[in-house]
């Protein structure tokens, strides 16, 4: 049996097949189109803030099913770089607002700021607090290689005539900055954290070492206006002690949330959604649900991120679990278009198929019907030859008996064989007659 005459005759079967094909394969598609388990953040040094920020990312989605293996780096120039090598893993980190040049943040998007990260003055308290003038020809710590402290830190001495000439500017971590200062071995120490890192609160409660601030906070806004200011109150470290004595003002940037162009829109969202849980509430800088914010520093907003501060979750993920919620998402994606072919072909295929069937039996009746005529107009002028019609009679029925249509259809067949017979029997009577 051909191929043309077995898909005539197993229709429902073949469609079934297809069907079954395309809709396996479309599931194979969903299935490599589905989230990652497991991504990698770049985050910062370990026991600095960024790094404790993710690991409140980590615990976050695994309670969602992923897996966050966190990179400790020395800071945002390093996170910049693991990001844009593809062949790093590194998919989302944290980084420091106002270090990434123009063109160095292609494949990269961010998905807003999370916190205000202010640059910390801190001095020993026998450094007389002279301003600018204090700094030069001391030991200042302004952060380590590749770490968004130095990077901001010495684009703002260098703007004031601080550099490594006229001072000592060393790269100390966090940690060994506020021992060196605490030991008097170092006289400055700036630094960009936020306020609730533990080397921060530990310098604020130090008797020995004082805050300072920047009498021309605006003027470095107006130079680098990813910077913001921030006031901290008098009192604000401790009230008892009435800590600071008065109100300091700080130039702070903000840390935002990048991620790789690449990243699965999915992880992204889920992001957004961790980052409002650790992010919204209130500090000493910020107001309830001021982070995260749908601001460009450097890098430009995703997709994902615009819809989400426009329309929040997709609506899925509002009342699912995550990978639920995310199979649901492809499964609707998936069937949509598999049923919007699949029911007007159920509804009209069967009457297309009804009416094929039909029509090949009908032809044969057209041509019946036609030798009949000229069987009867032979009756009246007897020129027809009464051989020629009865083999046009077989090789009819000859073409009947080879016709294959489906059980459903063999009644046409009987009844088509029964009027060729009649036909035929009409031709005899009247070749009778004649005789």
């Known amino acids: 049996m051909s191929l043309k005459h077995f898909a005539q005759n197993h229709w429902p079967s073949v469609a079934i097949a297809v ?3 395309v809709v396996a394969c479309a599931t194979l598609v969903m299935l490599w189109n589905m989230p990652p388990r497991s991504i990698v953040m770049a985050t910062g040094p370990q026991g600095g803030t960024y790094y404790e920020v993710g690991e409140r990312y980590r615990a976050a989605l695994a309670e969602a099913g992923v897996e966050v293996r966190l990179m400790p780096t020395a800071g945002s120039v390093e996170n910049l770089t693991l ?24 494949g990269l998007e961010s998905l807003g700021t999370v916190f205000y990260e202010p640059c910390w003055w801190f001095r020993r308290s026998e450094v007389e607090d002279t301003g600018v003038a204090s700094l030069r020809g001391r030991k200042i710590s302004i952060g380590p290689e590749n770490s968004g402290t130095r990077a901001i830190v010495l ?61 021309r906070a605006d003027a470095f806004i107006a ?32 840390a935002s949330l990048v991620v790789r162009k690449d990243l699965h829109p999915a992880i992204q969202y889920l992001l957004l959604n961790v980052a409002t849980k650790i992010h919204s509430s209130a500090s000493i800088f910020n107001r309830a649900n001021e982070f995260p914010a749908a601001e460009e520093v450097d890098i430009p907003l995703s997709s ?34 598999i049923f919007g072919v699949l029911y007007p072909m159920i509804h009209f295929l069967p009457r297309v198929y009804d009416w094929t069937m039909r029509s090949k039996v009908l032809r044969m009746y057209g041509e019946l019907r036609l030798l009949e005529d000229e069987t009867s107009r032979a009756q009246y ?17 000859e073409q009947v008996n080879h016709l294959n249509v489906p059980v459903a259809y063999a009644s046409m067949l009987y009844e088509l064989r029964a009027h060729i017979e009649l036909v035929r029997e009409g031709l005899r009577k009247h070749a009778d007659n004649v005789a």
């Open 19 to 21: 069907t079954a094909a």
């Open 83 to 106: 990001l844009r090598d593809p062949k790093s893993g590194v998919s989302v980190a944290l980084m420091q607002g106002g270090i990434v040049s123009t063109g160095s943040a292609r």
């Open 155 to 215: 684009e703002l001495l260098t703007r004031v005539g601080i550099n490594g000439q006229n001072s000592e500017l060393l790269s100390l971590p966090g940690r060994a900055t506020a021992e060196k200062l605490l030991a008097s071995e170092i006289d400055v120490a700036f630094m960009v954290a936020s306020w609730e890192s533990p080397v921060v609160q530990q310098l604020l409660a130090d008797d020995h070492i004082v805050l300072s601030g920047y009498p």
């Open 223 to 254: 130079f680098y206006p990813f910077l913001s200011k921030l006031v901290v109150p008098r009192g604000a470290a401790d009230l008892l002690k009435d800590k600071p004595p008065s109100d300091v003002t700080l130039i702070a940037s903000k």
């Open 304 to 337: 994902e991120a615009l819809r989400f501060y426009k329309s929040g979750l997709p609506i899925l993920q509002e009342y699912f679990p995550f990978w639920m919620a995310e199979l649901m998402g492809k499964v609707i994606i998936l069937f949509i278009p």
């Open 381 to 397: 002028n007897g020129s027809e030859d009464k051989r020629e019609m009865s083999a046009r009679l077989d090789r009819l029925e």
